[in-house]
């Protein structure tokens, strides 16, 4: 699922973020500051770009990413599928593929 929408390459819309994983993430951000893109930029920017699905290999996994539409930069300003709201709004096959995050 996510290979197939990472090829797409097309801009989805940001559905939102689970507040349990929002608070993770910014407890993160509090303890390790400058290691990623700030939580709340970060947002913002996916609201206002949208977003795409970026995959990376390694030898035995491959790993899906959210990433705001107008950048390529996994480290520094990546979500996971799992850190998305499930809403009635949402493609069938990101839903699918927030499933899957959740599930693994």
Wanted: glycine share 6%.
């Amino acid at each position: 699922m996510g290979r197939e929408l990472s090829e797409k390459n097309e801009k989805i819309p940001f559905p939102g973020i689970d507040p349990e994983a929002y608070t993770k993430i910014k407890a993160s951000e509090q303890e390790f500051p400058g290691y990623v893109t700030p939580i709340d930029e970060l947002l913002e920017r996916f609201r206002t770009e949208g977003m795409r699905v970026v995959t990376s290999e390694t030898p035995n996994n491959l790993e899906v990413f959210l990433v705001p539409f107008d950048t390529g930069d996994i480290g520094m300003d990546s979500l996971f599928p799992r850190h998305l709201i499930l809403s009635e709004e949402i493609d069938e096959n990101l839903r699918k593929l927030i499933d899957a995050s959740r599930n693994r």
